[in-house]
Nanobody, 118 residues
């Protein structure tokens, strides 16, 4: 089992910035990658960004490319999502997730609300 604790959400104005953090604990050897998803009301949960646990290879969805940056501090077992130039359409609950060796997102955080006001 892997436990995930997220922090850093909140209310920000358009154009502002937030940094989300996700601290992992437990069976860390099972982690292949860590990712951020988001889900807006009435919409499906979608992948925002991902970083491999060894090697640090990253992926960013087109909708956030150039504005959001995923990074990790393996010494702290923590992944971050730096969000700049936020837009109202970025408003959602953001979830941290662990992808295990079977390439499935097996473990999920509790979610943190990000609200961008216009």
């Amino acid at each position: 089992q892997v436990q995930l604790v997220e922090s850093g959400g909140g209310l920000v104005q358009t154009g502002g910035s937030l940094r989300l953090s996700c601290a992992a604990s437990g069976r860390l050897s099972s982690i292949n990658a860590m990712a951020w998803f988001r889900q807006a009301p009435g919409k499906e949960r979608t992948l925002v960004a991902r970083i491999t646990w060894s090697g640090g290879r990253t992926f960013h969805a087109d909708s956030v490319k150039g504005r959001f940056t995923v990074s990790s501090d393996n010494a702290k077992n923590t992944v971050y999502l730096q969000m700049n130039s936020l837009k109202p359409e970025d408003t959602a609950v953001y979830y941290c997730a662990v992808r295990t060796s079977d390439l499935k997102y097996t473990y999920w955080g509790q979610g943190t609300q990000v609200t961008v006001s216009s």
